[in-house]
């Protein structure tokens, strides 16, 4: 059965370095997602992402991230300047429609980011 | 924006018996509700959803109701069994643009 795939599974970080985590969404999707995750909360939304621009981002993305589909294989999550409060599993997730029809994400099993 | 409660945050059921989860959510334009469960280390997992155009669905032992007018949704796990232990999480979507908000997830735990 296809599913997302992310590595790495863990990153360890120093406060301002840049970090880019990467995601290898289902083959046919054609829309892809970023969601964290902080330790023992819920779940929230990042960013999603299709035909190569943003279509919706939260609060959460602000100026220090950004996304990128530098091939036709893999979704990438950057920040650019690490803070401590960044810490948090980063999931990936991928849909093959939106809208009224079909609309089920899936999601990879995440990139643990602690920054120190 | 939308805003999804979940209820209870622990749930302790025996094995065999059933266990219920309830969610609230805040926009009545959100027409796609997901569960997923998610197990210690892993990423969340789709197990079932609905649309707002019903008011129930089943698969095997799952089922998921959803109530428009009190905007809130259940999922319903029947015949429990040790490996439904997990973290569940329901989700909503408002105006079906792919965002989903996220429940704050209930510990569910199977006791043998």
């Known amino acids: 059965e296809p599913e997302v795939t992310q590595t790495p599974s863990h990153q360890v970080t120093q406060m301002g370095q840049e970090v880019i985590l990467r995601c290898v969404p289902i083959?046919?999707?054609?829309?892809f997602y970023w969601y964290r995750q902080i330790l023992g909360q819920k779940v929230e939304f990042l960013v999603s992402?299709?035909?190569?621009?943003?279509?919706?981002k939260s609060e959460i993305f602000d100026d220090q991230f950004s996304v990128e589909r530098p091939d036709g294989s893999n979704f990438t999550l950057k920040i650019r300047s690490t803070k401590l409060e960044d810490s948090a599993m980063y999931f990936c997730?991928?849909?093959?429609?939106?809208?009224?029809?079909?609309?089920?994400?899936?999601f990879g099993p995440g990139t643990r980011l602690t920054v120190t | 924006g939308e805003n999804v409660e979940q209820h209870p945050s622990t749930l302790s059921v025996q094995e065999g018996d059933s266990a219920v989860i309830k969610c609230t959510y805040s926009?009545?334009?959100?027409?796609?509700f997901p569960w997923y469960k998610q197990e210690l280390g892993k990423g969340p997992q789709l197990i079932i959803d609905?649309?707002?155009?019903?008011g129930e669905k089943k698969d095997q032992r799952i089922a998921v109701t959803l109530n428009k007018t009190a905007k809130h949704f259940s999922l319903h796990i029947t015949e429990t069994q040790p490996e439904d232990s997990a973290v569940y999480f329901c989700?909503?979507?408002?105006?079906?643009?792919?965002?989903?908000?996220f429940g704050t997830g209930t510990r569910l735990t199977i006791i043998p």
């Open positions: 609905i649309r707002s155009n019903v």
């Open positions: 989700a909503a979507d408002p105006f079906g643009n792919e965002k989903l908000t």
């Open positions: 083959s046919n999707h054609l829309y």
């Open positions: 926009d009545s334009a959100s027409n796609y």
């Open positions: 997730a991928s849909s093959a429609l939106r809208g009224q029809f079909s609309y089920e994400q899936y």
């Open positions: 992402f299709y035909n190569n621009e943003i279509s919706e």
